[in-house]
């Protein structure tokens, strides 16, 4: 595995590089690759949305309050006209992130008469919401990738699997803490700490991948 915590573009705290591979890899995807990807599973919007053309903005500009304030939604995803997905893209633990804002971006979007999918992508949460957004982790994520990786492979999209997983590898190393082959811990507490996580994360994916319908096929 290739070392990304030296990596410029992704080694940092930077929402925006995070964002814009995403936008990349979503705006390539199956409609119920993108929905599985954020936690949507519910199979009727899954199969509403089959067949559906992908469409993925990055910073929409939305309005809201009596001031005109403006704010920048991070992803907004559009799987024809069947659903609507918003996603505000955190670094961090959700406790930790300015969340106020996801208030103002729901009532601009309430304003124009759109209902969607609200979804804050963090490290981990404590609540079952922040102002309507449902948060969704990274880790569950990757492993959404992972499988949407295999499944490039099966279609001999075999540079796409590759980019899929290059972010999935920064985003494990850099924003889970796990691992890369070859590191060697200092400190043996350290090891005892993220290696259990590691395995845990990899185990659930062979697990998930087991049992996915269209890996099996």
């Known amino acids: 595995m ?6 410029r573009w ?4 930077r929402e925006e ?12 995807a199956e409609p119920a690759e993108v929905l599985r990807i954020f936690g949507v599973r519910d199979p009727r919007v899954l199969s509403a949305c089959a067949g559906c053309t992908v469409t993925v903005e990055r910073e929409r500009r939305v309005c809201y309050g009596d001031e005109g304030k403006t704010g920048r939604l ?4 559009r799987l024809g006209d069947m659903a609507l997905l918003v996603v505000e893209v955190k670094l961090g633990e959700a406790e930790c992130a300015y969340t106020k804002k996801q208030a103002d ?4 979007l309430e304003a124009e008469k759109l209902a969607p999918l609200l979804v804050i992508l963090v490290v981990d949460a404590a609540a079952e919401e922040y102002h309507g957004f449902r948060p969704w982790l990274w880790a569950d994520a990757c492993i959404e990738l992972r499988l949407a990786a295999v ?7 075999h540079l796409r699997a590759a980019m899929i997983l290059a972010f999935v590898a920064a985003v494990e190393q850099n924003l889970l803490g796990f691992p890369w082959a070859g590191r060697e811990f200092q400190h043996e507490v350290a090891a005892s700490l993220v290696l259990p996580r590691a395995t845990e994360h990899l185990t659930r994916f062979l697990e998930t991948c087991e049992n996915d319908e269209e890996n099996r096929a």
């Open 74 to 77: 991070d992803l907004e995803i």
């Open 105 to 108: 971006y729901r009532a601009a």
């Open 10 to 13: 992704v080694a940092g705290h």
């Open 17 to 28: 590089a995070h964002s814009d591979w995403l936008q990349w890899i979503l705006a390539q």
């Open 2 to 7: 290739l070392d990304f915590t030296q990596h």
């Open 151 to 157: 499944r490039s492979c099966g279609r001999q999209e």
